[in-house]
């Protein structure tokens, strides 16, 4: 779910122009997971760019705000979205921790950096939905730890149906700023692609660990 039409454009606008997320329909990319992708999004970039980082955290904060009211702690998921995290706790003058994909090996052996009260309401922060697995991984982590989890907030969401449906298994209520359809959308119109390429870029979507 995007929060509003007119920031999910601009968004887009945004990300294609510093080339935060890159489309290559021709020529796709690798992810790490080896899946083959029309697609690539970095969105740590946009922390280079203040305008664009200024738009991004007070439109996240603004959404959380909007969506889910004041929560006692900001969370964000490490490590891309640590900085952004700390933006939005910023604006809104809330505590920060974030959680680590595992707890550390050694010192206190935490996953949860920072100071977290049991039964406090956190609101997530993510730079990226992809699967949504390592999204809800820190989710668990904090609820292992007694949270309250308000929901969670991203930047940009591939809107994968496997993402939706393990949100929706982990009743986790998700807003975004921006999302794939928005985004190709927004390419189109910036002449960024052309119309002959939505057609891979939709089929990718659709199926994209098995596509080629």
């Known amino acids: 779910m995007i929060f509003d039409k ?11 122009q510093i080339k ?15 899946w083959k992708s029309p697609i690539y999004c970095d969105n740590r970039i946009t922390l280079s760019y203040p305008h664009i980082r200024n738009f991004l955290y007070k439109n996240l904060a603004k959404a959380v705000y909007s969506k ?4 006692d702690v900001i969370a964000g998921v490490a490590t891309g979205a640590i900085a952004i995290g700390v933006l939005v706790a910023k604006e809104l003058g809330l505590p920060f921790v974030y959680v680590r994909p595992e707890a550390k090996k050694h010192g206190r052996k935490n996953q949860i950096e ?3 009260e049991k039964g406090q309401n956190v609101l997530v922060v993510e730079d990226l939905i ?13 609820i292992d ?9 991203a930047i940009f969401n591939y809107g994968f149906e496997t993402a939706i449906q393990n949100f ?25 692609i052309r119309e002959k390429d939505l057609n891979t870029l939709n089929q990718w ?5 098995n596509w080629k």
């Open 130 to 142: 992809s699967t949504g697995k390592s999204s809800l991984h820190a989710v668990q982590a904090l």
């Open 205 to 209: 979507r659709l199926n994209p660990s």
């Open 6 to 16: 007119n920031t999910a454009k601009k968004t887009a606008e945004l990300l294609l």
């Open 145 to 153: 730890a007694d949270a309250n989890i308000k929901g969670m907030i």
């Open 68 to 71: 889910y009211g004041k929560p």
């Open 114 to 116: 920072g100071f977290l």
């Open 168 to 192: 929706k298994l982990a009743n986790i209520n998700l807003t975004c700023l921006c999302d794939y359809q928005t985004l190709i959308a927004q390419a189109l119109v910036t002449n960024y």
């Open 20 to 34: 935060a997320i890159k489309l290559s329909p021709n020529r796709p990319f690798t992810w790490a997971s080896g």
